[in-house]
Every structure is written in C-alpha cells, then in structure tokens.
C-alpha cells in the first residue's frame, strides 16, 4: 500500500503537479477548508453527544463551541457592526449604542416586574439577559445607578434628533420648490408659445381662451379624432397619413383635429399653472414656518441659530401671499414674479446653506454625545477579558449582520456547509457517471445506446432550469428547505459531465493493444472494465471531480439566493449570507456580501487552479 | 449529406419524446393542484380543478394530448395565476429577453475571440498570464456578486456620481418590445436600452467572457501546435496572417460549435438577471411560475425550452458537418 502510493506520488503526471507551485498552494488552501470541515463536524458529533451527557457541553465554550450549528444563530452584538474594529459615522456608532440601551431598559423593566413569589432573583435576569460573552455588570444596585445616567444621556439624545428631523423637512421643501418652479417656468413658456397660435386659429381673443375648460376641449378632440379615423377608414388610408395628396374633407378634418390639439394642450397647460402656483405659494408659506420653528428647537439644544434668525423671512412670506392670489389670475407672466422682488430665490439659496451647516453641526453634537454614551454602556454592559475576551473579539473581526450574528462564524460555518456538499456531489455524480460512461463505451450495443439517450435528454434543458424544477418537486414536503432538494438535484444533473468525458476516453482505450491482449489471454470483460480500462480513466476522474466540486458550490449559491436551497434559520451557507446582504448594500454596509464571496473566492480559486494543474499534468490535450 | 440531417433529426426525436416524459412526470410528483390551491382548498375546489385542466386522465393520455398541443402549436391552455393564454404569456416575454441576450451573445463572442487570440499570439509572455489570472479570478466570484455590486456600483452609486440616472437600477421599458417604437424614435429607443439593459448586458458578458476567453485560448493555442503553421513559419509568412488567416480559420471550428450551443440561450435568456433587474423575459416568468406553482406555464415552458435545445443541437450538428468533411462521412 505505502509502496503502491510512493510509485503513484513519483509517476510522471504527480511529479509535473507538484512541480507547480501555484497547484500546491492551492491544495493546502482547499486542505484547509478539509480541516475546518473536521473541526465543525467533530465539535457537533461531540456536543450532541454531550447533550445527554453533561460532561461533554460545548456550547458555553469559547474556542470549542465557536462553529456549533446554533452559534451561526446567536445573537454575538448589535446589528450591522463593521469588521475589525473600525469606526462608523456618528448616527451609526448611535444605533450600537442605542441596541445595548434597550436591551438595558427591557432588563430593568423585567426586574421590576418579578413576581416575589416566583423566587428569581436580578441577578438572575441580569444574567439571562447577556449578549453571548457580553453581559451585565454583576451587582444590580450598581447596574440601576449606570442605567439611569444612561437614561439621561439618551433622552437629551432626543432633543437632537428632533432638530435633525426639522432640518432634514426644511431641506426637503427647498428642493421642492426648486422642482415646482422649474415646471412652472416650463409651462409658462408653453403657454407664451401656444397662445397666440391658438387665437389666431380659433379667431378668439386671448381672454376668450381664458375659459378653456380642458376637459371640453378634449372631448372636441376626441370627436375630431373619431370623425378623421372613420373618414379615413373610408378613403382606405390610415388617419397618420393625411397629407397634401389626400382630398380637401380629410384635410380639412386633419388640420381640425391639429388645432383643437393644440388648444386643448393649451387649456391643460393653464390648468397646471394654476395649481402650480397654489403649491408654489404653499411651500414658500412652509418654508417659512418650518425655518422658525427650526431655529427655536436649534436653540433649545444649544447651537447658535442666529443664522437663520438673521434671515429675513418676511419677503418670502409676501412672495407666498402674492401666488396665492397669483393662483387665480390666469395667464400673469410669471417670470415677473419669480425674478422679481417678491421671490428672493437668494433667501432660500441661504436657508439650504444654513440648513446644511446645522445638519453638520448637529452630527458633531451627536457625535460628542454618542462619545459620552460609549463609555457608559461600557460600564454597565464589561467588555469580557481573557481567552473569552480575545474570542469574544475573534467573533466580531468581520462585523455583525442584520441580526447581530457573528459574519466570521457564519461564513465559516457556510465553508463547511459547501464542502460537504461538494464533496459529496462530485463524488457520487463522478463515480456513477463514469462507470455509467465507461460501461456504455465498453459494451457498445444498447447499453450505449440507452445511456446516450439518457443523458442527451437530460442535458437539453437547461441546467438551472432543470435544478429548479428538481427542487420545485420538494415544495410543501418536510424536506423543503434543507439540503435534501440540493443533493437530489445536483445527482442527477451532474453525472452527465463525466460521463460524457469517461466514455469517449474508454471508446479510445478499448481500442489499445494492452486490452486487445487482456481480451486474447481470455479475462473476463468485466474484469478488463475493472482492472484495466477504468484504472486509465481515472486522471480525467479527479479532474471532473474538481470541476464539479466548483459547479456544485456555486449552484448551491445560487439555489439557495433564488430560495430553493438552504432555508435561512438553519445553518448558514454562503448563497442566504449573500441573499441577506442585499438589503445592506444599499445602507452601504459591505461586511457581509464582502466576507461571503472572499470564503467562496478563496475555495473556488483554489479549485480552479487545482483543476488547471491537473489538466497541464494529466490530460495536456484537455480532452475533458 | 441529406442522409446525415436526416439521421440526426429522426435521432432527437426520442430524445425529445424522453425529455417531455422526464419533464411530465417530475412535475407530477408533488400533486400540482394541491400545491397550488394550498392546503385549505376544499376537496370540490381540487377536483374541479384538476377535472378542469385533465389532470384526472390516465398518464399515458395526459402524455399523449401534451404532445399534440406542442406539435400543433396550441398554445392555448391558459395560466393559473393570470388566466392569460399561454401562447400570450411566451409572446410578451420573449422580446425583452432577447433584447438582452443577443447583444450579450455578441458582444461575448466578439470580445472573447478577439481576447483568446491575443492570449494565444503572447503565448507565455506577461500579457497572456495577466488575461488569463484575470479570468481565472473573473471565473471564480459568483455571479450573483457580480449582480448584486453591479446593481450597487453601476446603477446605484454611480447614479449618485452623476447626479442623473444612466443605469436603471431595475426595471424594463415595454415600449421597447414593440418594432414601431424603435422604427418610429431611435434615439430615444437607444437611449431606453441603454437605461435599462445595458447594465444587465454588461455584467452577462463579463461574467461568460472569463469562461470563454479561457475555451478560446486553449483552441486557438491547440490549433498553433500543428504542423501546417510551423511549415507557413517556415515558409517565411508573417505571425499576423498565420494568427488571422490560418489559425483562426481553422479554429472556427470549435468556436462555431461553441457559439452555437449557446444559442438556445437567446430565448431562454438568463433566469437570474432577468429575476434581479426585474425584466419580465423567459427566464424570470418560469422562475415567477413555480414561486407561485403555475403548473401550465411551468410544464409549457419547460418543453419549450427543452425544444429549442433539440433544434440547436441539430443546427449545431448540421454545421458542424458543413464545416467539417470528415464529420459528414462517419
């Protein structure tokens, strides 16, 4: 046995793999996913063991229960916490603070609550209460006095927060009216446009058109545009088609329908214009109520709202007044309005200014009050020290999800979800495919006949379409949503491929002498398939092998994002961490997505390069 | 000639017959109609509904009248979900997914030869180790990253970048399914494209272009170890005519077969760009029909598809003895 694997190790193929350096770093990357796979499944085995018998928990232990199936559920921090211990934004680092300040409340609010009769202790709840290594402050004298220093901080908080709301709805109605005058400046030149072309037309004074009342004008319109079509239709040409060759009573009818086109665009375009102005009128009357209001609540919390009260408002309020009367005179050139004196587009450029100013200002303030928060919530919640501590850290190196789970576990844990399953894909799909391959290349006849028929079937629907029909068959049974579906479907697609590459290779070794003579001395067919031929196949077996380990991996990624894989809440693989992290990329959150493909980079790289080196070693010509 | 096309036809018939079997009876393992009733439709409701669709006939007539509707071409039976006409459904989805698969298919055709080509002229030399890592890396992210940082990169951030939008983040704009509006106003067709499809288009070739170039690259480089180049070497012709005249005529080959297998694609279009950036092609209504466990859609559209592969393969075949005497002789 040693002497057959130290012959195999020094052939010629092997020793031209090992000569390529990249191939055996990548064999060690893909040894080290091996180990990680042992490590998670002989701590399970062990704690499951260990539920019945007391001795052997691991749950509770740092280092050995760290990639526990349940650990990829727990709760290890706030939500959304970036890797490495870097810093956030000061409305960020707020939210942290914010989580272990309610879990705080919903404590104390337990511990008043004990019944006296139930005979809990606060101690107890303190230490229910825990954030996995992280908990309480152990005496809960000590716990209420920190909390209600952190109480105060948060309800100052309060009073920020609500600035922050007037200056973000005051930015909001600027950038409205901006977007509302721009139309309106629009439709007024339309209007200039149209109208005199409509009163010429319609032989009307402008006033006249004043009363256009464009829902009337439409229904002309349509009428027209009946008459023209059923005229047309009469002629034999299409209503579009009407020009100067057609007779004069289509013309007439075409140039009717242009006109009253034209003159209900215009009695629609003063409509809007009226209203435009009402809207116009009401946000500058916003705007001027929000910025007081605003600059009283800046005030409250402290920062210098002179600025805006230096801002004379009043002009904008006369502008807001004016269009609202403007609102019912129709066709007023408006330009004399917006460029005049009565809109100051100068006052509400500065308000934004300001407004922008504070906005910073204030994210200053938060931020100075988050800087006083922290420390609190690190009194009443103690970072854990020794080896607890260093594996607490270990736990957040790569942030929290959208649910404070550890990204680090969960993204390992996921490795070992993939190379279970594509280890035992590939196996199963590699060793029926190429017995399958071989036998029907060997026997001939209608073995081959059947298994060609077989997989040209199987392979003319497309491969994700088949995989997600296969998995459609498991909806409503209890296996939805465990690895069951995957398993079935990736075994019955992915036998194809090897079978293919094994049975044109066993057409081409059938026909080499050293088979002839096996055949001449009088073996059994059998025994030749067995001994001889597959044994000569078996270069192009490890290298499909490697190939659908990679396709099995990333159809179970994508199985999974399109919700037929692995259900999310049990276990976690990589395709759930990369469905969740959708959400969180538009927040601008990359942790998740990001650890996520470098586990799954990382792995399929290395296989890549395995397969390649396999390829230059074994199989020069890339039969497979 | 003739004989081989025949041959070849009347050789995929069963292979059909076998798929829509395949198909059929994959579909009929989960009770369709109580999986799409749920589990509180009364017993009258189920057996109406399966009286309604033949679902109460034996297998083998169930089998047989399939195959007559998709010979005949009827397809009339309409969804479960929208009532609409199958034929109706297949109708309004194919245009959007072709708007995004042909530019894809070309434009990763073009780059990925012109690429491999060049990968194959600097053979070994640091140009062609850059293109190929670049596409061993490009081969080993998956493709929904490639989705989801484009949708974020692409549309999103660069949007906000440009103060405008010029990738739609999702979306599709059925105008651009009818011929009369791109006959009628091109720019703003073009521009509608660009809007909505581009993006999709850009990361499908991205993705496939690591794959191929690599295929490419490896047919390009077989076909320069043969004889008759190192004798038009030897001759004295110059490397840019031996590359474009020689090499890559005979490689075509392979890259013919190789654009051809991809072309069932066109119609089937990409089920998860579809899916993502909410274009209502092929892909996404199969994908839309069993979440919602449409069985005639899923069933229709499966052997659909399934025929279109057929018909490629033959194509394919067909070609590739066009190309290549020795195929047609075997």
Redesign the interface.
Not at chain 1, 456 to 462: D, E, I, Q
Not at chain 1, 472 to 477: A, E, N, P, R, V
């Given at each position: 046995m040693v002497k057959r694997t130290r012959r195999f190790l020094s052939s010629r193929g092997v020793r031209k793999f090992r000569r390529n350096r990249s191939a055996m770093v990548a064999l060690g990357v893909i040894g080290l996913y091996f180990l990680l796979t042992v490590w998670i499944v002989a701590t399970t085995v062990v704690d499951s063991i260990g539920n019945k018998v007391d001795a052997l928990d691991l749950s509770g232990r740092p280092l050995l229960g760290l990639l526990l199936p349940e650990m990829t559920q727990a709760r290890v921090a706030s939500n959304e916490l970036p890797g490495f211990g870097l810093e956030q934004g000061p409305r960020k680092r707020l939210e942290h603070s914010r989580f272990w300040y309610d879990l705080a409340t919903k404590t104390m609010t337990a511990i008043d609550q004990i019944d006296p009769a139930s005979g809990t202790t606060p101690e107890s709840i303190l230490e229910a209460n825990a954030v996995d290594a992280r908990g309480f402050i152990a005496d809960p004298e000590e716990a209420r006095a920190i909390y209600s220093r952190l109480d105060e901080a948060f309800d100052r908080l309060g009073a920020l927060n609500s600035v922050d709301v007037k200056l973000a709805e005051v930015r909001g109605e600027i950038d409205r009216l901006r977007t509302q005058a721009e139309e309106l400046g629009e439709l007024d030149a339309k209007v200039a446009a149209l109208l005199p072309v409509v009163a010429s037309e319609q032989g009307l004074e402008a006033e006249d058109l004043l009363d256009a009342d464009p829902a009337d004008a439409r229904d002309e319109l349509e009428d027209a545009r009946t008459a023209l079509a059923a005229a047309a239709a009469a002629a034999g040409i299409d209503a579009d088609d009407v020009d100067a060759d057609a007779s004069p009573e289509l013309r007439e009818l075409a140039g009717r329908v242009a006109k009253l086109d034209r003159l209900a665009e215009l009695a629609q375009a003063r409509v809007d214009i009226e209203n435009r102005r009402e809207l116009l009128g009401f946000a500058l009357e916003d705007i001027g109520s929000l910025s007081a209001s605003a600059a009283g609540v800046i005030e409250e919390v402290g920062l210098d709202a002179a600025p805006i009260r230096s801002l004379d408002l009043d002009p904008m309020a006369e502008s807001a007044t004016v269009l609202l009367d403007a609102a019912l005179e129709p066709f007023t050139p408006l330009a004399e309005l917006v460029d005049g004196p009565l809109w100051d587009a100068a006052v509400t450029e500065s308000l934004l200014v300001i407004a922008r100013e504070k906005s910073g200002e204030l994210t200053g303030l938060i931020g100075g009050q988050v800087d006083r928060i922290e420390p609190i919530v690190a009194e009443l919640f103690p970072k854990p020290v020794g080896f607890e501590g260093f594996m607490y850290d270990v736990k957040l190196l790569l942030g929290t999800d959208n649910q404070g789970r550890s990204i680090l576990v969960r993204g390992l844990y996921a490795g070992k979800v993939a190379i279970q399953v594509g280890f035992l894909t590939a196996l199963v799909a590699v060793i029926f495919g190429s017995l399958l391959g071989a036998a029907a290349a060997f026997f001939g006849g209608w073995v081959d006949h059947a298994v060609i028929?077989?997989y040209?079937?199987?392979?003319?629907?497309?491969h994700?379409?088949l995989l997600?029909?296969?998995s459609?068959?498991?909806?409503?049974?209890p296996l939805q949503g465990t690895l069951v579906p995957l398993y079935a479907a990736f075994m019955l697609t992915f036998w194809i491929g090897p079978c293919r590459v094994i049975r044109g290779e066993t057409l081409k070794i059938k026909e080499l002498e050293y088979v002839q003579a096996a055949t001449a001395i009088g073996f059994d067919r059998l025994y030749i398939l067995v001994r001889h031929v597959i044994p000569n196949t078996s270069h192009l077996m490890f290298i499909n092998f490697s190939l659908l380990f990679i396709g099995a991996i990333?159809s179970e990624?994508?199985l999974t994002?399109?919700?037929l894989g692995l259900a999310a809440g049990t276990g976690s693989s990589?395709?759930t961490m990369?469905a969740q992290?959708?959400a969180q990329?538009?927040g601008e959150f990359f942790w998740q997505?990001g650890s996520a493909?470098f586990f799954?980079?990382v792995l399929?790289?290395a296989f890549?390069?395995l397969t390649?080196a396999l390829q230059d070693a074994f199989d020069p010509?890339?039969v497979s | 000639m003739w004989a081989y096309v025949v041959r070849r036809l009347l050789y995929n018939i069963p292979v059909y017959l076998g798929i829509i079997l395949v198909v059929m009876l994959a579909l009929r393992v989960n009770d369709p109609v109580t999986a799409y009733l749920g589990k509180n439709a009364s017993q009258e409701q189920i057996e109406l509904k399966r009286v309604s669709f033949g679902l109460d006939r034996p297998f083998v007539e169930q089998y047989g009248s399939f195959l007559w509707r998709l010979v005949t071409f009827n397809f009339e039976e309409r969804s479960w979900e929208t009532e609409q006409p199958v034929g109706e459904i297949i109708g309004s989805a194919i245009p959007p997914t072709m708007m995004i698969t042909i530019p894809q298919l070309v434009l990763t055709a073009t780059l990925s030869i012109c690429v491999g080509l060049i990968s194959a002229f600097f053979r070994g030399r640091p140009a062609d180790k850059v293109l190929v890592f670049l596409a061993v890396l490009g081969m080993s992210i998956s493709y929904l990253v490639y989705i989801v940082m484009g949708q974020y990169f692409g549309a999103f951030w660069l949007n906000e970048k440009l103060g405008g939008e010029l990738f739609a983040i999702q979306g599709y704009d059925t105008r651009l399914s009818e011929p009369g509006f791109w006959a009628t106003s091109l720019p703003t067709a073009l521009h509608s494209w660009v809007t909505y499809c581009a993006l999709p288009v850009l990361i499908g070739v991205i993705v496939a272009m690591g794959y191929d170039t690599r295929f490419y690259r490896a047919v390009m480089v077989e076909e320069s170890t043969k004889d008759y180049i190192s004798t038009a070497m030897a001759k004295g012709v110059g490397k840019r005519r031996i590359m474009f005249v020689h090499m890559l005529k005979n490689a075509m080959i392979p890259i013919i077969t190789r654009v051809m297998i991809t072309l069932p694609f066109i119609i089937t279009g990409s089920i998860l760009a579809e899916y993502y950036f909410n274009i209502p092609g092929m892909g996404a209504t199969l994908l839309q029909a069993i979440n919602a466990k449409d069985f005639p859609i899923v069933q229709t559209f499966t052997a659909l598809f399934a025929a279109l592969f057929i018909i490629s393969n033959i194509l394919t075949d067909v070609l590739y003895a066009l190309v290549d005497p020795r195929v047609r002789l075997q």
């Open positions: 028929w077989l040209s079937t199987l392979s003319s629907v497309p994700l379409v997600v029909v296969l459609f068959m498991f909806f409503g049974t990333k990624v994508i994002f399109l919700g990589w395709g990369i992290s959708k990329v538009a997505i493909t799954m980079f399929v790289l890549n390069i390649d010509k890339h | -």
